[in-house]
């Protein structure tokens, strides 16, 4: 663990700004520096120049327009324009799956084009995307080809551990701060960057920095994984997961954390970030088979809540279903992966009437699931009106507190399926609600 240097503010850019790329850009402004957040999106930086969100996460818009403000904070379409005026250049576009599971690094690999045909000098080039080992390799080489006169420059891992919903938090008072160098002045520039943030530092080779992203999210799926296997065991004896869970996590050695059984985890990150894994230890000969289980649970986990559905309302055909929450996770409208898009096409293949509900990402769900006849969406007291049953995909505060008496009223038949463990057992099945959770009876 090294100290950090002092902080007076770097220029820096940061290529692509959606969820990381905008924390990032946001979060560094906020601790003095002058940056530039670039996207190729147009309209994202258009409505950015006028100070607008383009994603929901809390607190940002206001640190958003502050920086504005202040001058430390500005927007660009343009790599070209941003690189020149930049001693930083953070690399944070999006790293997709391939269909095979792979880490679609084309957008990674443009952006270091494009910054190597705009550089007049020394510039640190940052992967902020998360990436497989051996990337800052091959950005190395791309930027050394286009670099036409061989100006120098050196290639950083620093990858991202924010979580959507707490991404200010996560940023400017992370666990830790990992850095990938090879040289000393980037890594003297890297502590400058990082100087007002107070955290420990960990700076090794980039493969190393890399692999410690890959690493920790697949080891949080795993954990996530191995609780939902568990509960599927406590549910059939008669034993209560989250007993099971808090008593584990009491266990310094394991933690309470990423122990909560559900319908299995969701988002940009995990689902991919854990293929991408696999694919990268199959690449170098090696059959990840723990992750490859850690996946395959996860696949079939979400699944678990038609089973309960049709324990109680028999047929799905026909019947109304409410569905609570819709994004991968509270506190974010942020859809991609969330297991409530695979259990809404579940519902409608088999002809339910379905009503949904999200305090933030019901406009993002109707772009993906399109017109559907069967489709609808509402508040959510509206939603539960004459429903044979209400499903709870995601644990958005708003739901802990709802009048579920009310809520009882309102339905037609009361078959709570409670996919995130939200409510206690007994307190629903008290006022009248035929309820379900995950791995508790
Ligand atoms: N979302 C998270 O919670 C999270 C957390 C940690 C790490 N990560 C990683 O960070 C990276 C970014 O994730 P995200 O969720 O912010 O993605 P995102 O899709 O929200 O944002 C990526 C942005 O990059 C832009 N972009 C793509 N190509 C570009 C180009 N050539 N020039 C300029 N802009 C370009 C896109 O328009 C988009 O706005 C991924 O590798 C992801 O795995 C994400």
């Known amino acids: 663990m090294k100290k950090k240097g002092s902080s007076k503010g770097v220029r820096i850019a940061i290529v692509g700004s959606g969820y990381v790329g905008l924390v990032s850009g946001i979060c560094f402004a906020e601790i003095g520096h002058s940056v530039i957040c670039v996207d190729n999106n147009k309209e994202k930086i258009k409505k950015l120049k006028k100070g607008l969100m383009p994603i929901y996460e809390p607190g940002l818009d206001k640190l958003l327009k502050k920086n504005m403000k202040n001058g430390r904070l500005k927007f660009s379409d343009s790599v070209k324009k941003a690189v020149p005026v930049s001693d930083a250049i953070f690399i944070a576009v ?69 979580r959507e919903g707490k ?21 003297e520039l890297m502590h400058r960057i990082y100087a007002p943030v107070k955290a420990p530092l960990i700076v ?12 920790s999210n697949s080891f949080l799926a795993t954990k996530i994984s191995f609780i939902n296997a568990v509960a599927n065991i406590a549910e059939r004896v008669g034993a209560d997961i989250k007993d099971i869970s808090l008593a584990m996590g009491l266990d310094k050695r394991i933690g309470g954390r990423f122990l909560d059984a559900g319908i299995g985890f969701g988002g940009s990150c995990f689902p991919k970030d854990v293929l991408a894994f ?43 279903i409410a569905v609570w929450g819709l994004a991968f996770k509270p506190d974010t409208d942020d859809l991609r992966n969330a297991p ?9 293949k088999f002809n339910a009437q379905v009503c949904v509900y999200d305090p933030v990402a019901m406009d993002g769900f109707k772009k993906i ?29 708003e739901f802990s507190k709802a ?13 709570l399926i409670d996919g995130r463990n939200l409510y206690d057992p007994a307190k629903m099945k008290k006022l009248g609600f035929l309820y379900r959770g995950v791995g508790r009876v």
């Open 94 to 162: 999006n790293t997709p799956p391939r269909p095979d599971g792979s880490c679609d690094l084309q957008y990674v690999e443009a952006v270091s084009r494009e910054v190597a045909l705009s550089m007049n000098g020394y510039k640190v080039i940052v992967e902020k995307s998360t990436v497989p080992a051996s990337t800052g390799q091959k950005i190395k080489q791309t930027v050394k080809i286009y670099n036409k006169k061989n100006l120098p420059f050196d290639v950083v891992s620093n990858p991202e551990f924010l």
């Open 167 to 187: 991404a200010i938090g996560d940023f400017l008072k992370p666990d830790r701060i990992v850095i990938g160098v090879e040289s000393k002045k980037a890594e």
């Open 204 to 215: 090794t080779n980039t493969e190393t920095s890399e692999l410690i992203k890959h690493a």
């Open 278 to 320: 696999i694919h990268m230890a199959h690449e170098e000969g090696i059959d990840f088979k723990l992750l490859k289980e850690v996946y395959g649970i996860n696949e079939s986990q979400r699944m678990t809540v038609i089973d309960k559905l049709k324990d109680i309302v028999w047929n799905i055909e026909g019947k109304k």
């Open 340 to 348: 409530a898009i695979d259990i809404v096409r579940e519902l409608l």
């Open 369 to 397: 699931l399109g017109k559907e006849k069967n489709l609808k969406y509402a508040q959510a007291m509206t939603a539960v009106k004459g429903a044979d049953a209400l499903m709870l995909l995601t644990e958005w505060e």
């Open 403 to 415: 009048d579920m008496k009310k809520v009882k009223s309102l339905m037609r038949v009361p078959a």
